[in-house]
């Protein structure tokens, strides 16, 4: 689970620092003494925590735009092949 060295940084399993965490405790710390750094870290935060709506990359978005218009465009089923047994006689 999370581990914490004596300067109060929480470490996740892989031995890295949690980087939510890490600038969540710059932006408490920063606020009054470096509100630029503060503002830094709430919005690196932010896109950490809360992402974007509707946010797609752009190989979805192709792949999205051409099934669209596949199903514009489909290929119609070939014609249907009868015999007509009805005109030959035996004979």
């Given at each position: 689970?999370?581990?914490?060295?004596?300067?109060?940084?929480?470490y996740m399993e892989d031995g890295?620092?949690?980087?939510?965490?890490?600038?969540?405790?710059?932006?408490?710390?920063?606020?009054?003494?470096?509100?630029?750094?503060?503002?830094?870290?709430?919005?690196?935060?932010?896109?950490?925590?809360?992402?974007?709506?509707?946010?797609?990359?752009?190989?979805?978005?192709?792949?999205?735009?051409?099934?669209?218009?596949?199903?514009?465009?489909?290929?119609?089923?070939?014609?249907?092949?009868?015999?007509?047994?009805?005109?030959?006689?035996?004979?």
């Open positions: 689970m999370d581990k914490t060295d004596v300067s109060g940084i929480d890295l620092p949690d980087p939510v965490k890490a600038m969540g405790r710059i932006l408490v710390e920063n606020l009054i003494i470096d509100p630029k750094l503060a503002l830094d870290a709430a919005w690196r935060l932010a896109q950490f925590t809360h992402h974007k709506k509707g946010d797609a990359g752009k190989k979805s978005a192709k792949g999205d735009a051409a099934k669209k218009v596949a199903n514009r465009f489909a290929v119609p089923p070939p014609p249907r092949l009868v015999v007509n047994n009805q005109n030959e006689e035996s004979g």
